[in-house]
């Protein structure tokens, strides 16, 4: 037993033995090796300036990565809606209090590591004449008091999918059916450039509200110009898609629209960057079994061989251009051949004839579909705005209707063929210094001058159903101007891409309105 026990000391002592030189040759080692240093990660960059100033595409960015909270995001535009809101009435609904609610669930879920949308705690405002469930669409009438949303129309349910916060619902005029921002139930909304020039309409309290720095995209539709004319009046970009890009309806609509209408409007984004319209134009986009009509057309099409060639559109001779307005469009013209476009001064396909189309086929639809009904409960400026824009259409009958609708595809199809050889139009939103608050209110005659004679370039487009840019070149006397870029059916893209280009140079115009708002 001796020699045994013995023997077994012997052989844990190698055991121990090799294990601790196996330990040592480790150790050994490990001190070999470099001692890697730990790095500390560089905290989230947060953009320049205060948090209301940033663009859509950088809020979205900095919230994501923890540089600023949707709280804090939320609270900013607030404090800024709250202190200059007053003296614009642009947003007409404070949804305050829910959007802080929206930001505090938004950070809890970008805690836990949940899926963020697109515009994760990004704050944007909505107007006033699509469904907002639980408030009453109102759309500039008082007597829509009743008309309760029982839920979200497309569009908002598809920002708020995306992770948008709703800060408040902008003001908008009567039935949206004019070009400038003034209704009975709200009043007036005013331009932040200047009080004595129009916000433009309908979606006149979206374009005042963003240019103003009241969330980083606002929601506006197009029937006749609703976000193209705002958009030039307040200095900001927007895109009026192709019929069917945005998906459109509301619950709460106690009839469905007429066909013509339907096929004219558009939902669409404005912002202070070319960047955040190409975002929201993505989050809208996308599909609601709702609007029948809807299209899912991709967001970017074949790039032209280039150069790409652009057609700076010749204007009628009846229409009286300003020195202002023509130097704007050399400008655009400019900044376009500059970044590689080639630009040649054209006619565009029949803008006249297209113009009085658009005209003769709206009026005449809502002559029989809803004229009675908006006269009863609508203002006395109303009656004169409505009557003067009736007053330029042809009265037609049945017959006429439809020959007007048939060559409404004459149209389409003569500008899709122009797009073949100048895949993009460059024109003028309006040929005249921008006009008075109230302006359409003066006379018949004034309002067939404004809608006819100086904002023809715009009207004409949505009877074409093609998308239309509009972005923001210079400042003439303090007051912004913007061209419009028109591009085939569903090619945003090319209408953004020339829009951008002009955006590189010309800047961010929203920049020099903060300086002289402070």
């Given at each position: 037993m001796a020699k045994k026990t013995a023997t077994k000391k012997r052989s844990s002592s190698k055991k121990a033995a090799k294990t601790a030189s196996k330990m040592t040759a480790v150790r050994k080692a490990a001190a070999a090796k470099p001692v890697k240093k730990t790095v500390k990660k560089a905290a989230p960059r947060r953009p320049r300036g205060p948090a209301w100033q940033w663009s859509a595409v950088d809020t979205a960015a900095a919230i994501r990565s923890g540089a600023i909270s949707a709280v804090e995001t939320v609270e900013a535009h607030l404090e800024r809606m709250h202190a200059v809101n007053p003296r614009l009435n642009a947003v007409v609904v404070d949804l305050g209090e829910d959007a802080l609610k929206a930001a505090h669930a938004a950070d809890k879920q970008r805690a836990r590591g949940g899926e963020l949308g697109l515009?994760?705690?990004?704050?944007?405002?909505?107007?006033?004449?699509?469904?907002?469930?639980?408030?009453?669409?109102?759309?500039?009438?008082p007597a829509n008091k009743g008309l309760i949303a029982p839920s979200d129309s497309p569009v908002v349910r598809n920002l708020k999918?995306?992770?948008?916060?709703?800060?408040?619902?902008?003001?908008?005029?009567?039935?949206?059916?004019?070009?400038?921002?003034?209704?009975?139930?709200?009043?007036?909304?005013?331009?932040?450039?200047d009080p004595d020039i129009t916000c433009g309409g309908s979606s006149g309290g979206a374009g005042s509200a963003v240019a103003a720095g009241i969330g980083t995209i606002a929601h506006g539709n197009d029937i006749g110009g609703s976000l193209r004319w705002p958009a030039h009046c307040n200095g900001v970009a927007t895109i009026k898609p192709t019929q069917g890009r945005?998906?459109?309806?509301?619950?709460?609509?106690?009839?469905?629209?007429?066909?013509?209408?339907h096929l004219m409007?558009?939902?669409?984004?404005?912002?202070?960057h070319v960047g955040d319209v190409r975002l929201a134009l993505e989050v809208m986009s996308q599909r609601d079994p709702r609007d029948p009509w809807w299209v899912p057309a991709p967001l970017t099409g074949p790039?032209?061989?280039?150069?790409?060639?652009?057609?700076?559109a010749k204007i009628p001779d009846d229409m009286k251009v300003d020195p202002a307005v023509s130097a704007a469009l050399r400008q655009a013209a400019d900044h376009l051949e500059r970044s590689g476009y080639r630009v040649s001064e054209v006619d565009v396909p029949d803008i006249n004839g297209v113009w009085q189309t658009w005209c003769d086929i709206i009026t005449n639809e809502t002559v029989v579909m809803q004229e009675a009904g908006m006269l009863k409960v609508t203002s006395e400026d109303f009656h004169k705005a409505w009557g003067g824009m009736k007053a330029k259409a042809n009265v037609l009958d049945l017959k006429a209707w439809m020959q007007a609708t048939a060559a409404r595809s004459g149209h389409i199809r003569a500008w899709q063929l122009f797009f073949e050889e100048y895949p993009v139009v460059l024109a003028p939103t309006t040929v005249k210094p921008t006009p008075g608050p109230r302006e359409d209110t003066v006379s018949a005659e004034r309002v067939q001058e404004i809608f006819w004679g100086e904002i023809r370039f715009i009207s004409a487009i949505n009877v074409l159903g093609l998308p239309g840019a509009v972005v923001p070149v210079t400042v003439h006397d303090g007051k912004p101007i913007g061209v419009q870029l028109i591009a085939g059916r569903y090619r945003e893209d090319l209408a953004l891409d020339a829009a951008a280009a002009i955006e590189k140079r010309a800047g961010v115009l929203a920049h020099r309105l903060w300086e002289t708002m402070a």
């Open positions: 515009l994760h705690g990004v704050p944007i405002t909505i107007k006033e004449n699509v469904d907002y469930e639980g408030r009453p669409n109102y759309n500039g009438v999918k995306s992770g948008a916060i709703v800060i408040g619902l902008t003001n908008t005029p009567e039935f949206s059916f004019r070009g400038f921002t003034d209704n009975p139930l709200h009043g007036l909304t005013l331009n932040p450039w945005i998906p459109a309806f509301n619950p709460s609509a106690t009839a469905e629209r007429p066909m013509l209408a409007s558009a939902q669409g984004p404005l912002a202070r790039k032209p061989k280039g150069p790409i060639k652009v057609a700076l």
